[in-house]
């Protein structure tokens, strides 16, 4: 699986919209780019994943690159509980295959 | 989406004792689950792969003597720790993936503190 790249923290404003960077370059053609979150002392919680296109759910929107080497979580409108550490990662998108966590992103939502 | 239960969610237990962790598909039947490793203010450790009906896959580093992985059945898998130790104590969480789209689900995770 391709290694990815995050900023280890970012601070956001209760209310605005939260960016989450992630730098993927060694991605493959058949590997999707996941994002989960871990808000502390719980599991890791799923938010959204993509391959190419752009994708948006109930929780945020998933940006990709046109070249896909690297893609933006965002949150559009962050609250206190959003308050976590966020995990990008990239995997082919293949029933069990193995998911490696990194480093991640602790995002600090601030009233 | 899909759940996966753990439990217990917490656990201590003297140094020496084995530690069961149980991890269920609640609804959905997981032929493959994974547990992770975590301590305090670091990422998920991967430790091993489980398969149902078959021996676990453990990643390198792993003792598989030590952490026991049993995958019974279609929604079951469960970890155990023997003789557990001081440095064992930490947070394991279980994953599986639902049956459509290919998403991982977690655990709510179990703490174990070993004294």
């Known amino acids: 699986d391709a290694k990815t790249t995050q900023p280890p923290s970012m601070d956001c404003a209760e209310g605005r919209a939260a960016n989450l960077p992630c730098n993927h370059s060694t991605i493959s053609g058949n590997e999707y780019v996941y994002w989960y979150r871990q808000i502390h002392s719980q599991g890791p919680q799923y938010i959204i994943h993509?391959?190419?296109n752009n994708e948006t759910n109930e929780m945020a929107s998933l940006i990709i690159t046109e070249d896909r080497k690297s893609s933006t979580l965002i949150l559009p409108h962050a609250t206190l509980r959003d308050t976590a550490v966020y995990y990008c990662i990239v995997r082919v998108a293949s029933h069990g295959n193995k998911l490696v966590f990194g480093a991640g992103t602790i995002l600090r939502v601030k009233s | 989406g899909a759940v996966v239960s753990q439990h217990p969610s917490w656990v201590i237990c003297k140094s020496g004792t084995s530690v069961k962790i149980e991890c269920r598909s609640l609804?959905?039947?997981?032929?493959?689950m994974f547990w992770y490793r975590q301590f305090p203010k670091q990422s998920l450790m991967l430790m091993a792969t489980?398969?149902?009906?078959?021996?676990?896959?453990?990643e390198q580093g792993v003792e598989k003597d030590k952490f026991l992985i049993n995958h019974a059945s279609l929604t079951l898998s469960t970890l155990t720790v023997t003789s557990a130790h001081p440095e064992d104590s930490s947070f394991y969480i279980c994953?599986?993936?639902?049956?459509?789209?290919?998403?991982?689900?977690f655990g709510e995770g179990s703490r174990l503190t070993v004294l």
């Open positions: 609804d959905f039947q997981a032929t493959t």
């Open positions: 993509g391959l190419k």
């Open positions: 489980s398969n149902e009906g078959s021996k676990a896959t453990y």
């Open positions: 994953s599986a993936y639902g049956t459509d789209t290919g998403e991982l689900f």
